[in-house]
């Protein structure tokens, strides 16, 4: 007899297609005690920034367990768009994948190919955890489970990125865009200044593009907060 080891729902997905808003929390540290504790407070996800922040291979499953326990939605930033870098983070157990200094259709069409399992894309499968390969009814029913089950967002960090946003957004696969203001600003000529009147309207106007091609930006449907800044207005709080 073979146990249930169906994906868990990808909430943020499901938040991506639907619009419903969804909460939860950024960590730059791997601290799998502080998803447990932020659980208590009713967030939908924990996103690990693979890219800036410090995860090794095992921090990123010991936080995918922890999540787990909790019905949380993992997303993680990657380092890097390469296929082998997304088969390391959803073996491990992420659901999200979100990849930085994408510019262009193509690239994003490259990052599809690696997240999702044929007939979408070509992700590699070697029996990555929570299933290890045991316990599966058949592969393709897991396979179909699988790419039903993650999410692919797409960051745009840069001016090409800002100028290929609406034909990134019709690509198959990707469930919605973010950009990354302070790479973006420096892009444009304003180092520092994300808040920028020509960095701002340039966002809006891509943002327009992405939703009249189908696809959501991440504010239209999340809110988030840095784990930095919810330790300092905590302590602040509660120190005085």
């Known amino acids: 007899m073979t146990s249930d080891r169906r994906p868990r729902p990808n909430i943020v ?16 540290f791997a601290a799998p005690t502080i998803i447990e504790v932020l659980a208590s407070t009713s967030i939908d996800f924990v996103y690990l920034d693979g890219e800036h922040g410090l995860f090794e291979g095992r921090d990123i499953e010991a936080c995918c367990i922890a999540a787990e326990r909790h019905g949380l939605t993992v997303l993680a ?45 070509q992700r590699s499968y070697g029996g990555g955890r929570p299933d290890f390969g045991y316990g599966l009814e058949t592969l393709p029913d897991h396979f179909d489970a699988c790419n039903a089950a993650v999410s692919v967002c797409i960051m745009i960090e840069s001016g090409a990125g800002l ?40 966002v809006a106007a891509a943002s327009d593009r992405i939703r009249a091609n189908g696809k959501r930006v991440r504010e239209d449907f999340m809110t988030f907060a840095w784990i ?13």
Not at 106 to 111: D, G, N, P
Not at 170 to 180: M, Q, R
Not at 228 to 240: D, E, F, K, M, S
């Open 163 to 202: 100028k290929a946003a609406g034909e990134i957004a019709k690509v198959a696969g990707v469930d919605y865009l973010s950009y990354g203001l302070n790479d973006l600003a420096q892009s444009l000529g304003h180092r520092g200044e994300p808040q920028h009147p020509e960095v701002q309207a340039a």
């Open 77 to 121: 930033r990657l380092p890097d768009r390469s296929a082998a870098t997304v088969t390391r983070f959803l073996d491990r157990g992420v659901q999200g994948i979100v990849v930085p200094h994408v510019e262009s259709a193509a690239e994003a069409e490259a990052v599809v190919e690696a997240v999702y399992f044929a007939p979408i894309g």
């Open 228 to 240: 930095n800044q919810v330790i300092v207005t905590g302590a602040r709080q509660l120190l005085g």
């Open 13 to 28: 997905k499901q938040a991506a297609a639907s619009g419903a808003r969804v909460r939860g929390v950024h960590l730059t």
